[in-house]
């Protein structure tokens, strides 16, 4: 059973970091792109980064570009989210996401992924 679950979200005041991951199981991960995508109380669903398979390239949202960093560690089945200097407007459910079909290059678009997990709920405030 193809299965995400994420984790290590909480309160973080507006410039602070933190590290949210997504571990994965009942698939292959190296052979699998991952996308990070969050979501606001009243907003459509955001991409925020993605990673592809193998060789393990990546695509920044606008938004986010110089302060997220994504990688992953096969090994371990996870992929995380650095998040570093952080704002208010970064609150947000942060989900992570794949394809049930392997693929290499990724994408920050939520609609070409078709599994996801439940969520972790990230808060910045002073």
């Known amino acids: 059973q193809v299965q995400l679950v994420e984790s290590g979200g909480g309160l973080v005041r507006p410039g602070g970091s933190l590290r949210v991951s997504c571990v994965t199981s009942?698939?292959?991960?190296?052979?699998?792109?991952i996308g990070w995508f969050r979501q606001a109380p009243g907003k459509d669903r955001e991409g925020v980064s993605c990673?592809?398979?193998?060789?393990?390239?990546?695509s920044y949202g606008d938004s986010v570009k110089g302060r997220f960093t994504i990688s992953r560690d096969n090994a371990r089945n996870t992929v995380y989210l650095q998040m570093n200097t952080l704002k208010p407007e970064d609150t947000a459910i942060y989900y992570c996401?794949?394809?049930?079909?392997?693929?290499?290059?990724?994408?920050?678009?939520?609609?070409?992924?078709?599994?996801w997990g439940q969520g972790t709920q990230v808060t910045v405030q002073g």
């Open positions: 996401a794949t394809k049930s079909t392997p693929s290499r290059a990724c994408t920050i678009h939520p609609r070409e992924y078709d599994i």
């Open positions: 990673i592809s398979s193998y060789a393990g390239s990546s």
């Open positions: 009942g698939f292959t991960l190296d052979r699998h792109v």
